[in-house]
């Protein structure tokens, strides 16, 4: 997903059966990251962003604040 980009979450899709990028809520800001559930760390969730210069977090899966998985995008053809 890019900036400006128009998203569609299902709010009621809020398991993390597999890996999808999902609406997450942080100290009441709202994030779309990359959610899947640890091969490494029994119990947890990997979050990460597709900015590289951010490293891939781990949570506690009964912690983290899944609000909806990202079913939809668009994005316009022009820059507005």
């Known amino acids: 997903l ?3 980009d128009t998203v569609l979450v299902n709010l009621k899709d ?6 999808g990028i999902f609406m997450v809520e ?7 990251m990359r959610v899947e559930i640890s091969s490494s760390r ?10 590289v ?5 781990y ?4 912690e983290a604040h ?3 998985r990202v079913v939809w995008f668009s994005r316009a053809l022009v820059p507005a």
Do not use: C, F, W, Y
Not at 14 to 19: A, E, G, P, V, W
Not at 59 to 62: L, M, W
């Open 14 to 19: 809020r398991r993390i059966q597999k890996s």
């Open 66 to 68: 899944i609000l909806g």
């Open 2 to 4: 890019m900036k400006g």
């Open 59 to 62: 949570v506690r899966a009964s």
């Open 26 to 32: 942080e100290e009441g800001r709202l994030h779309l």
């Open 53 to 57: 210069l951010e490293p891939p977090r």
């Open 42 to 51: 029994h119990g947890m969730l990997r979050l990460t962003r597709d900015n």
